[in-house]
């Protein structure tokens, strides 16, 4: 997923230069409003698409930040934050998202080489492992729940359970969106894939988005801890 993290990486970078260096021009200064009279009137060279994916980033980030500063705010003495993470079914899922994001990119990736014979079987993929990680995570809410760990229990399980609630949610609106693109395609003969090369990328980035929120929670719980925590302690001392 490296070559995934440097396309938004670059997105995201691009984008700040962009707003900033806006912020910081001069409109009433001649150079700049020469500059503005010939200007086409696009600042951002992001399509419809993206621009709804940047916005949902930016709403979707703050609600995930909530559930994390309250996950760090609430720990309970003595929880073994490493609890969840030693079980199977999390690991699994994050190979399933890691393989999801993998596939997106490489779709997006064949629409930029104009290799297409393959963008209907890597979207069939797309989806089918996209559904198969929800549909373990709500077994390994399951085998949370047999063994006595509910919503209720305490707010490192409530935080979990919040946390992969709305990632869940997020996915079923990528899913959703997934669906429509894939339909179109599959209606369309190969020559007019690029018809939909907008939305892919789109989706692509959105893909991406969710397994770096996904990996951001679970490494805050194995660094958040009473061991790092000491250890911390012991530096500052």
Known sequence: CKMCFTHY?????????KIFGTLAQKPWEADQVAIDANHSGQ???????????????GVSSVLF???????????????DTTFILKTNLLWIN?????????????????????????????????????????????????????????????????????????????LLGGLFFWGKVTSKLFKLDEKDYKNEKKNINALSVYWLFLFIVWFFFFAIMFFYNDAVLAWCKSLIS
């Open 94 to 170: 994050t190979l399933v998202l890691i393989l999801v994001t993998y596939f997106f990119d490489k779709i997006r990736r064949d629409f930029n080489r104009d290799l297409t014979n393959k963008i209907r079987q890597n979207l069939i993929v797309v989806g089918a492992l996209s559904y198969l990680f929800l549909l373990l995570q709500l077994l390994l809410w399951y085998q949370l729940m047999v063994d006595g760990n509910y919503v209720s229990t305490n707010t490192y399980f409530s935080s979990f359970y919040f946390f992969t609630a709305l990632h869940g949610v997020h």
């Open 65 to 79: 930040s909530l559930i994390f500063t309250g996950y760090l705010y609430s720990l309970p003495p003595g929880q």
């Open 9 to 17: 990486i670059g997105i995201m970078s691009s984008l700040l230069k």
């Open 43 to 57: 600042t951002f060279n992001l399509s419809n698409q993206m621009s709804a994916v940047i916005i949902i980033f």
